[in-house]
Each structure stands twice: as structure tokens, then as C-alpha cells.
């Protein structure tokens, strides 16, 4: 017991002090008569004493509270071993009780003031930590006095039914373990020591639950607690706590694209210190998406030269999003129409017997687009044109005329127009004649003629093509007479041809030379001439696009041979 009187020496006078001023005395079972134990209220913790009307006994002794459902947690073995804690006398005691409750819950086996150990003391030393709010885990204490006795008293807080109701264990000086519930009024705590407050455990983590995409709602778990209780939420992104997000509920918005979300349980119960548990981190936010609530609807009449108008219909977005305007594409059997990107589409030629359908796309960032397309109108209707009776004439021949000669049109409304075509492609010459040109020669020059009524499909008809465009040359002769022989230069200048070739015949007299020309040109020596006048005349042969052509007659004067 040495070591017991030096734990208690700091204490002892003190207690004496106190025995001796309230009459107390120390009970026979003392095991050191010299030093006083910690004095408690007997009134309250005494087998036999009076119970205010404030405290209701739930049950007494050790094994009659655990056969009640009531454990001691192990204190029974420790007082029979009259093992102390935090320097309290061992056995029936509220202090050593109390203390050995702490140590249990985590506390180190070491008195957290210096000073007093009797129980008036604790409220005092340790003020605080000690206010008037009852805590599961925290230390009921009264102070010396009416309701704490001579020493004061404290007893473990097992339950906060209310703020007005608790239950706690406690051990007596000259008494026995016991559970007891306490309501507000006579007998209620002085104060309540949080020294290591029991908290709400979580015993399975929270989860988010839902997909997490722009828009879409999740929904926290918030796991299980013991005990249970009521529960407040956290949100957090990229382990960022997201301000005012303190729902059950949230839905990820734009800015949240790809990153992470978690939520953070605060777990409450009344009596309860409150505890924190977060869930696992969910893959990225991925884009949202849009949901139809209106099908794009095409209406008109599916008719050439008529217009088609397109409600776009309408979609949904998870909240928060905004829905944008849409993008509008135009089909005709499949294939988009060039530039048809509006609400409108005025029907062509180009339509006629096609389905044509729209497709919506819906786009916005950080969502998927969402593209629609409306049902197919049916085949887009055209009446027809017949016409009869078109011809051509005019020689295909440079300067001449050619003339489109009109036949019959049905409907006698329709317009009719004449383009002339070069090779195939337009002269930019329209009307019924055309004059051919030496831009012409060697093409083929048709009349297309293009027939047009609204409502009806467009009648074009190519008329027959020419031969080749042929063109008439001009021949220049010149001819000069040497000794025995002439000299004659000829050219051919053919409009539209730019390097004239072919063969030349030159006669003189009677002699003939024949030579080919180098660009339009010739020079022939007609060789063998006596002397004297001769007649000179120069025949061209032509090529498939130049007309043959011959000189007028002209003479030419031979000298005699020196």
C-alpha cells in the first residue's frame, strides 16, 4: 500500500479536512485507516440510501446489472483487484470507476490535472472541458454539496435520452456499481466533462450512387452508423469541397467535366460526439446528355417549287444545363443538300422524286450531341412537260447562220428558252439564231432548249449537234518572173485557224509544182519557162475545216535566159 499512500498524499490532508468538517467518517473497510479516501454522496450511490425523485435505480451490483443488460465492462475484476486508475483508490469507488471508463475509451492511465482527486474536484480542474451539455462518453459530475456529497461525485454518461434525460453507470464509496437514469431537476449533474466524448462510428462507408455525368443526379449513401442518426452531406470534386452543396442529392455541372466526385458523411446523434467518413472518389464526370421530348416535324406540301418548314421538335437536359439552339441539316433520299441548313427548304428539280427528311442536332459543352432526324416526307411530286416538233438549220460554216425553228409545248404557259452550246459548254448566246464565228470553227455549236412551268419538272433537251464548224480561207498569190522561170509566193489565211498546213497546186503556164504550207505559207519556183507572158493560177486543197479555195487568174512576164 506504499505506493497507494504516495498517489494520495497530495491528496490526504485535504480529504481529512473535509471528514472532519462534515462529520464524515471513513468506513471500517478502509484498507489504509491513516489516509481518507475520496468522499462520495452517499445518498446517491449508497446501497442503502434514498434516491431523489430526480434518479430512478435501473439496476445494483455487478452480476444483477449484467443479468439486466446493464454490463460493469470489466470493471468487476478490476475492483475486486482494487486496481487504481488515474491515482484513485481501487474497489467501489465513482472516481477510480470513471477513471478506469476513460482509460477504457482511449485515454492514457494518467491523471490529466495535478492536484485533488476527489470527485468535487474534477468539474474545477478541468473547467474547460466541462459545461452543461450531457454527452455519450462524458463524465456526469456534481460538486460537494446537497446533490454531490460531501466529496462530490461522478458517474460515466451511458445514454442522452434528451437534454433533460440521461443514463449513466457509476460506482459507489459505501455503496455499489449501479446504472441509474436522471432527469432534469433535483439531482441533475452540476456539469458534464467532456474528456473523451463517445463519437458516431462508421461501420460501412458511404457511396455515391449513380453514373457521374454533366447534369445527372447522384445520390449519397451515407452508409451505416452506429448508432444511427441524422446525417449531413458534404460534396466534394477533385477533393475540393463544393460551397452550399449540402444535400442528399448533386448533379455535376459543366466545369466538372472529367473530374472526380466524392461525398463526406457528417454522422449526428443527439448525446453524440459527431464523426466524419468519406466515400470513395467515382470515375471522371462524363459528358451529359440530352433527352428528346418532341420529334422534329417537316410540313408543306412535298412538291417542287413549294416549301417545306421544319419544327425542330424539342429536348430535355439534365439540370443545369441550358439547351442551345440546334444545327438543322437538310436530306434529300440520304445525301445532304448543299447549304439547306435553315428552318425552310425551297423545293428544286434537283428534289423531284426524293424523300426529304431533316436532321436536329443538338450540341452544348460538355454534353454529347444529340442528333434527330424527322420521319421522311413522301417522294417530292412534279408534273411534266412534253414537247414536239424542235428543229435546227444553217450550214456549219463560219459566218453562216444557224436557226432553232420552235415545235409544240405542253402546258402552252411554260417558257422556253434557247442557249447555244460550244462543245458542250454555254456561248452565252440565247434566242432562236445564232451566227457562227471563227471562235466556232472546228466545234460543234447545238441549241439547248430548257422548258420551265411552275410545279413541273424542268424539260432540257440537246438538239442534234452540227459537223464541225468549217471556215472559208482567203488565198494571196504574188508571182515574179526570173529567167526561165517564175517565182510564186502564196499564202492562206483561214479565220479561226491559226496555223493553216495543206497543199498547194501552182501552174504557170504549162508547167504545175505542188508544195505544202509552213504556217499559211509557200514559196514555189516553177522551173523550165521561156521567155515571154505566162497565166499563173494557185489552187489550195483545203482540210477537213477549211474549204478549198483557188486564185483568180494573173499573169507573170518570163525574161529570156542571159
Known sequence: MGKVLRAWSAVGIAAVLVVTTLGWVVPSGASEPGVPRPQEDVRYNSMSAAVPQASTYLCKGYDACRKAGYPHSGYKAVSNAKTMYWQMYGGHNCTNYAAYRLVQSGMPNKRPWTGEGN??????????????????????????????????????????????????????????????????GKGWPDGFIHFNDVAVSNVAAPKVVGTPAVGVQLQADPGTWRPAGTYKYRWFVDGTRLPKQNKATFAPRPAHLGKEIAVRIVGERTGYKAATADSARTPGVQPGRFTTTQQPTITGTAEVDRTLTLDPGAVSAPTPATVPKPTIQWYADGAAIAGATGSQLALGQAQIGKRITARVTWGAAAYHDLAVTSAATEPVLAGTIEASGFRVSGEARRG???????????????????????????TGVTGETYRLRPADVGARIRPRVTITQTHFRTFSHTMRASTRVRTDPRLRVRAIGKPGRAVVRVRVVAPGIANVRGAVTVRVGKQRVEAELTKGRARVVVPGLKAGTRRVRVAYAGRPLITPVRSPRSSVVVARPR
Not at 451539455?133 to 460538486?143: D, E, H, L
Open 119 to 184: 470527485a468535487t474536484h474534477w468539474g474545477v480542474a478541468m473547467a474547460k472541458i466541462t459545461d452543461t451539455t450531457p454527452m455519450v462518453g462524458s463524465i456526469a459530475w456534481w460538486r460537494k454539496g446537497t446533490s454531490g456529497g460531501a466529496s462530490g461525485h461522478v458517474a460515466y454518461v451511458e445514454q442522452v435520452v434528451s437534454p433533460t434525460e440521461i443514463i449513466v453507470s457509476e460506482d459507489s464509496w459505501g455503496g455499489d456499481f449501479s446504472w441509474r437514469r436522471i432527469t432534469s
Open 400 to 426: 453562216q447562220v444557224l436557226r432553232v425553228h420552235p415545235g409544240t409545248v405542253s402546258p402552252a404557259t411554260a417558257d422556253v428558252r434557247i442557249d447555244w452550246l460550244r462543245n458542250g459548254s454555254p
